[in-house]
């Protein structure tokens, strides 16, 4: 089971260098605090997420204080705070994907994945989040993994999903692997 990352956790090299991207886009950008919100959604464009670490760096730039960035920042829904997983997984709890048991497949994902929605694990794999609708209803209930849409999504589907992702992966880090192994050889 994978563990969840968490704001009071150290931060790790990936998030780091993270930072240290924003700290050396930000000198480049206007000091105007007209230009909070287009930085943070820059900042979400360019990585994904707003690192909690970068608030402050930002609230530097603009000479405002952290508490009234994060005030910007978790006024509008469009900005996460967790990096997402290289497989994001939403699951939809529109009016069809609801009435067809979506608030369960939420929780199925929740418990295998252990993590809550909002969450990433914290290897990085899996983010877990709803999403109000997909347009898929007559697939309901549809969870989207990636690109890669999974209709009629039953509890036991759950495991299957991650099983394939996990399959996946398996087998690229073979090919990679053996790749390397061919490059040694020549």
Do not use: W
Not at 39 to 62: C, N, W
Not at 113 to 136: F, H
């Amino acid at each position: 089971m994978s563990e969840t990352i968490g704001q009071d956790q150290e931060i790790d090299l990936e998030e780091q260098k993270v930072l240290d991207a924003i700290a050396a886009e930000l000198p480049a950008v206007s000091r105007d605090v007209h230009q909070l919100i287009p930085v943070l959604q820059e900042i979400q464009r360019t990585h994904g997420y707003v690192p909690p670490g970068s608030i402050k760096m930002v609230a530097d730039h603009f000479g405002i204080t952290p508490a009234k960035v994060f005030g910007v920042a978790t006024f509008y829904n469009q900005f996460r705070f967790n990096p997402p997983g290289r497989h994001p997984i939403k699951v939809c709890l529109g009016t069809a994907c609801h009435v067809k048991g979506g608030e369960i497949i939420l929780e199925n994902f929740a418990r295998r994945l252990g993590i809550e929605e909002g969450e990433t694990t914290k290897d990085r794999e899996y983010s877990l989040e709803r999403v109000a609708c997909v347009g898929c209803c007559a697939l309901a209930p549809v969870v989207v993994v990636g690109e890669k849409i999974e209709s009629y999504v039953t509890p036991s589907k759950v495991e299957g999903v991650i099983t394939e992702i996990e399959i996946q992966n398996e087998m690229a880090e073979r090919a990679k692997a053996q790749d390397e192994q061919q490059s040694d050889s020549e």
